[in-house]
């Protein structure tokens, strides 16, 4: 018999994938969830670490409030954590009856390890029926964590001699108050749409105009309710807006109705007004919108998916990634941030956008956490011409493979698997793998060498021996991204260093955290290198390229690095292709001209290209000189020379063609 003063059991796609790892210490897990609720009621930092007796955690508040966040216990507002209203049962009663059961109805396969433990089970048995929840761990991980928690309130325990875990007579009990959830109710959903002939979209929709790629937004920001219910929320507030109407009045509907802060109306109000159904006519006063009513005759979820797509980043383009292969939350949300325009990872934005296409029926629920297009969504997309950015796979780049001539068009599926991979902590060569391509793709001889005893990856620079430089990398893939002191053997990276002959050492991670594994960075010479500073590296490459000489400065420093020291690198390659192309401009321009017939002096050239307003500081005669010698060469052979001056031999397009056929003689060499 359920208990009914237990939270109601979502739906299993709904639930939290991962359980969080909360450090116990000497507390036990339980006790150290209320510790972190009473922290965020008491308004501490989130930058505050936490004091467990018994741990050596050093995870902050806010790294712990991330993981409970999916549970639904706590929410962000204004860069602030606060309670919801359930963390604040669950702190108020620190009953673990009751926290189990939170956990229960909010986790997937959490429940459901206590209904199978009612005959003993050892992990790889629980891990065997997990697989028929479509849930795909690779390691017993998730399944140790949640028994964790189960042992620490006693209603599971654990049989050495049989390495089996069994139900307490406290688990039997809970048992019985609970639902869970059979295999059978996680199959494939079907897809609806399949027998449509015709995309179920509205005529006004279908010709929105939509915003300028820079203007689109990336945060929906919060809605009232269920995300699923959009369309019925955003019915009762344009109602409600019918006539001209206060903010006051509205904030006291949204308190009454949907038991919101102000500032949570606001949000919502605010997205009403970007996304054009709500106008607002005065200081405090607002309206439902022409667009807005229109939207309201029929409450179309296809129609809202248009308006959203007109003002919002990575809508239809979200489809157009599901059309290449089902995706989940985390890869979707890594590729837009990569190739889309999002300013940073949100697996929170990305999954309200998957929400709302679920509820529009253009997509469907084809594993527990991977999303694939339905037939509706594949005629949205032939509709409207709608196709993906470059093909984003998982790969694994052979040693003798040259990454580079894989990513020299675009360099957007390295980037994106490097930021998927940096949190892949159940496959470490995968991460290995992408550094070892990022490396090779920016310039270097980088070679995987991974094993007991060995750096990950080793980087020389390509140029004279007596010259060249290498560097130990070592990896760190976390499932958090968090990459701490504690995770780090120094000893090992000296090692590396001296077994390679390295000049220098580096780690490579997601993020780093901790001012003790700076200050260690900085005894040990150890450079860090974020992946957000590896795909700014890689990016830069790709728009200004360096050589190995340039980039030493990266690896000259310790602690996280400052890709700042190569501005003047990359200023002054930039400043020698701006004068080519002044240079040889200035002579075609000049080609016609019969007075002077097309020759000119460095000199003249000098006096044409200083006015030049893309210069910060004007080009000397030596520069301008060295360059048109360099033009004149039989290499390159763009510019004449004879005893009167310079003239241009063919336009600046041959002179591109030039340039780009030797960068494919040189590549073929390499």
Not at 242 to 253: F, G, P, V
Not at 352 to 374: C, E, H, M, P, Q
């Amino acid at each position: 018999m359920k208990n009914r003063e237990y939270p109601e059991n979502r739906e299993w796609k709904q639930k939290a994938f991962g359980m969080p790892k909360l450090p116990s210490g000497d507390m036990g897990q339980d006790k150290v969830l209320y510790y972190i609720l009473k922290m965020v009621k008491d308004g501490k930092s989130a930058n505050t670490m936490l004091n467990i007796e018994g741990s050596n955690s050093t995870a902050t508040l806010g790294r712990m409030c991330e993981w409970i966040r999916p549970i639904g216990l706590v929410n962000k507002e204004k860069q602030v954590w606060t309670l919801t209203e359930l963390g604040e049962m669950i702190l108020e009663r620190q009953d673990s009856y009751f926290s189990t059961a939170v956990f229960c109805s909010t986790i997937v396969f959490m429940g459901e390890i206590l209904f199978y433990l009612q005959k003993p089970k050892n992990s790889q048995e629980l891990l065997k029926i997990a697989e028929e929840y479509h849930l795909n761990w690779k390691t017993n991980s998730e399944i140790h964590n949640r028994i964790k928690w189960f042992r620490d309130v006693d209603m599971v325990r654990f049989e050495e001699y049989k390495l089996e875990y069994s139900l307490t007579q406290k688990g039997q009990e809970f048992l019985q108050q609970i639902e869970v959830t059979m295999p059978s109710e996680t199959e494939k959903e079907p897809d609806e749409t399949l027998l449509e002939t015709q995309l179920p979209m509205s005529e006004w929709a279908s010709t929105l105009k939509p915003a300028t790629t820079e203007k689109k937004r990336m945060a929906i920001g919060y809605m009232p309710g269920k995300t699923a219910d959009a369309c019925i929320t955003i019915s009762a507030y344009l109602q409600l807006m019918n006539q001209a109407i206060s903010i006051e009045e509205i904030r006291e509907y949204s308190k009454v109705n949907y038991q919101i802060a102000v500032s949570s109306s606001n949000m919502f109000l605010s997205f009403l007004e970007k996304i054009g159904f709500v106008d607002r006519i005065s200081k405090n006063m607002y309206v439902t919108s022409e667009l807005g009513n229109t939207w309201l005759e029929k409450q179309s979820p296809v129609d809202l998916i248009a308006c959203l797509d007109a003002r919002y980043l990575f809508v239809y383009e979200l489809l157009a990634e599901l059309r290449k292969e089902p995706k989940n939350a985390k890869t979707l949300s890594i590729i837009a941030k990569v190739s889309y325009g999002f300013g940073r990872e949100s697996i929170e934005e990305t999954r309200k956008r998957l929400i709302l296409l679920s509820a529009a029926k253009l997509i469907y629920s084809v594993t527990n956490d991977k999303y694939g297009l339905t037939a509706r969504g594949e005629k949205l997309l032939d509709t409207f011409g709608i196709v993906s950015k470059e093909s984003v796979k998982s790969f694994e780049i052979k040693k003798e493979e040259n990454a580079g001539d894989c990513y020299n068009d675009s360099c957007e599926s390295l980037i994106t698997e490097l930021r998927l991979s940096s949190k892949d902590s159940y496959n470490p060569n995968r991460f290995e793998k992408a550094i070892r391509a990022a490396f090779d793709f920016i310039g270097y001889d980088a070679t995987w060498l991974g094993g007991s005893g060995k750096t990950d990856v080793l980087i020389k620079a390509r140029t004279a021996p007596k010259l060249s430089y290498a560097v130990a990398v070592d990896a760190k893939s976390t499932q958090s991204g968090n990459v701490t002191e504690d995770q780090i053997d120094f000893d090992t990276l000296k090692d590396h260093r001296k077994l390679h002959h390295a000049d220098y050492s580096a780690i490579v991670g997601c993020s780093f955290r901790g001012e003790r594994l700076l200050n260690r960075c900085k005894e040990h010479k150890v450079a860090l290198i974020d992946v957000d500073t590896l795909e700014q590296l890689i990016r830069n490459q790709v728009e200004i390229p360096l050589t190995g000489e340039d980039y030493k400065k990266i690896f000259e420093q310790t602690g996280i690095v400052d890709i700042s020291v190569l501005d003047e690198a990359r200023n002054r390659t930039e400043r020698y292709g701006l004068l080519v192309d002044a240079i040889v401009g200035c002579l075609v321009n000049e080609s016609k001209d019969e007075v002077t017939e097309g020759i000119l002096t460095s000199r003249e050239i000098y006096r044409t290209v200083r006015d030049d307003e893309r210069f910060s500081i004007n080009p000397n005669l030596d520069e301008i000189e060295d360059i048109l010698k360099f033009l004149a060469s039989p290499l390159i052979g763009c510019v004449g020379k004879n005893k009167d001056g310079y003239y241009a031999i063919g336009s600046l397009n041959e002179v591109a063609k030039k340039f780009q056929f030797y960068a494919k003689s040189c590549k073929k060499t390499s």
